[in-house]
């Protein structure tokens, strides 16, 4: 376990540092950030100092090697628009991100688990036919039409849920803002949950029943049938168990595709998260911002595959982690 997880952290500042010169690289191309922060009325001359004081006349190796030795000490750049830490603004969006993710996972979990079952267990029943059909429509969707189509069914023809914002939100633990423990924070919480659990829940679904669908064709299945088990004996714990091996590898990199993902989502419903105040960083060339955000989500996608491949270790103890046999 010791070995590994050296092994993951050597891998981790290796992807990191790819990430972020990456991040840092693109930043000019996306347009001149002193439009957006002088406008138009100021001098060229003006200009040109303004960039020699920012240090974007400087070769590119020299600016990454100062942002590098700052990012090393937590300081990626100061927002341009906010004129406050990327690092810290990027933060204070971050809860409002992670509530979609959990909420869309929650979903995800007590969904796709049961109607992929069923399905395998009977695969030529008219529900598993209706459900199949469902999730090849629901990957063929896009997530922002999935979310039109929420808000114009149940927000202006029902009226039933709220269509934009994240609603009413109490102070958990002295930092966090949530909405999970009001009425209307969950209120505002389901569309945009389910609209982000739709681009997941499919897959999911077709995975667990196609993995269920093989094991339960394995000669230990077989054996335990032989043996006169209790079919919920044999579905739910010797069949289930190890068709949940490849899916929690999945499942560990689509919750980190889905925190991405959360840029559509967050557009459409106006939810104050990392995915919306990126596009406004985008449209205000805020590349401080930019990059910051980049390095978070690269680092969330890095520090969720560790944790995957250790879940992975501990449910099936006959993977060696550290590669040893």
Not at 140 to 158: D, K, Q, R, W
């Amino acid at each position: 376990m010791i070995a590994f997880l050296i092994k993951r952290v050597v891998q981790a500042i290796v992807v990191m540092f790819i990430i972020s010169l990456v991040s840092f690289s693109i930043q000019d191309n996306l347009g001149d950030p002193l439009r957006e922060l002088v406008g138009q009325s100021v001098s060229e001359a003006e200009r040109q100092a303004l960039r020699d004081e920012m240090g974007l006349n400087d070769p590119f190796l020299v600016q990454y090697a100062r942002f590098a030795k700052n990012a090393l000490q937590g300081d990626l750049g100061t927002s341009y628009f906010f004129k406050e830490p990327a690092l810290e603004v990027i933060l204070n969006k971050l809860p409002a991100t992670l509530e979609l993710v959990f909420g869309a996972t929650l979903i995800i979990v007590l969904l796709s688990v049961p109607l992929g079952v069923y399905s395998a267990i009977k695969p030529n029943s008219l529900f598993s036919r209706a459900v199949m059909g469902f999730s090849i429509i629901g990957i063929s969707v896009p997530v922002f039409l999935t979310a039109i189509g929420l808000i114009y069914f149940f927000s202006i023809e029902m009226g039933w849920m709220p269509s934009f914002g994240r609603g009413e939100t109490v102070t958990v633990l002295g930092f966090w803002d949530s909405g999970f423990f009001t009425a209307d924070g969950l209120a505002h919480l389901v569309l945009p949950c389910v609209s982000l659990a739709s681009i997941m829940l499919p897959l999911f679904i077709r995975l667990i029943r196609a993995e269920m669908m093989e094991v339960l064709q394995s000669e230990y299945v077989k054996f335990a049938w032989a043996k006169g088990l209790a079919p919920r004996r044999i579905y739910f714990l010797h069949a289930l168990k190890n068709t949940m091996l490849p899916v929690i590898t999945v499942g560990g990199v689509q919750i980190g595709t889905m925190v991405a993902y959360t840029i559509l989502t967050e557009t459409v419903f106006q939810w104050p998260g990392m995915g919306f105040l990126f596009l406004e960083a985008v449209n205000r060339v805020d590349t401080p911002l930019i990059v910051a955000y980049l390095i978070v989500v690269g680092a969330i996608f890095v520090v969720t595959n560790t944790l995957v491949d250790l879940i992975y270790g501990l449910v099936n103890p006959t993977v060696k982690l550290a590669g040893k046999k």
